[in-house]
């Protein structure tokens, strides 16, 4: 069964670099969320969106930014990046119905590695 | 202030016997909950699930227990295989598909 999409798996950047990160859903999945995990620490929810709509906003700095495209996939653009900044990137998607709770599923994540 | 515990940051388990990883939550709005697999360098894969309206839920090897006066929920796994070996978080969400509130995981070492 096809899965959540990430690319790149790993990405090198300079500190006050750009960078994006992008994210394909599971096909026929409208709702696409972005957590960061950061080592040793528990992935950590930054923004979500469901029908090409924001839907819910976490700890996502002013710097980042993301959106979702027509074809659901969705890209996470983060400007003026900081040492700590680096973390797995993780996108996971889910089928959402409106109350209905939907099980997310995630990507293998793009490692962003800040110098 | 972490909303989804898990007190025991590993556990050691003999293979073939029952692995038992808890969780503890205090947010009353939360009313699903899920257990989710990692390996390192992988994204989490979801393992279980269950709603507020059930106290049990089982898939073949894995039950998930939930306790909601108590705020707790427990995942079991048997029997414990070496291939189980990894991180096991659990983590919440509220009502409608809200995001996810992790635990900071449970490394397990199932040993043959």
């Known amino acids: 069964a096809a899965g959540v999409i990430q690319s790149p798996r790993h990405l090198i950047k300079e500190k006050r670099e750009t960078a994006t990160l992008k994210c394909y859903p599971i096909p026929r999945h409208d709702t696409v969320y972005w957590y960061q995990q950061g080592p040793g620490q528990d992935p950590q929810f930054l923004i979500s969106?469901?029908?090409?709509?924001?839907?819910d906003k976490g700890s996502i700095p002013d710097r980042f930014s993301a959106q979702q495209f027509s074809d659901y996939h969705s890209e996470l653009n983060m400007s003026s990046l900081e040492l700590g900044d680096s973390a797995l990137y993780f996108c996971?998607?889910?089928?959402?119905?409106?109350?209905?709770?939907?099980?997310?599923?995630f990507g293998p994540g793009t490692r962003l590695l800040v110098l | 202030d972490q909303q989804v515990k898990q007190n025991s940051p590993s556990l050691s388990v003999q293979e073939g016997r029952i692995s038992i990883l808890n969780c503890d939550y205090t947010?009353?709005?939360?009313?699903?909950f899920l257990w989710y697999k990692k390996y390192p360098a992988e994204g989490p894969t979801f393992l279980i699930s269950i709603s507020s309206i059930k106290d049990k839920n089982e898939d073949g090897r894995f039950t998930v227990f939930l306790n909601k006066s108590a705020k707790h929920l427990s995942l079991h796994i048997v029997p414990s295989q070496p291939g189980d070996s990894a991180v096991y978080f659990c983590a919440a969400s509220g009502e409608g598909n809200t995001p996810l509130v992790f635990g900071k995981g449970t490394r397990l070492s199932v040993i043959a």
């Open positions: 969106f469901y029908e090409k709509m924001q839907s």
């Open positions: 947010n009353s709005m939360f009313d699903y």
């Open positions: 996971a998607s889910s089928l959402g119905r409106g109350g209905d709770q939907e099980t997310q599923y």
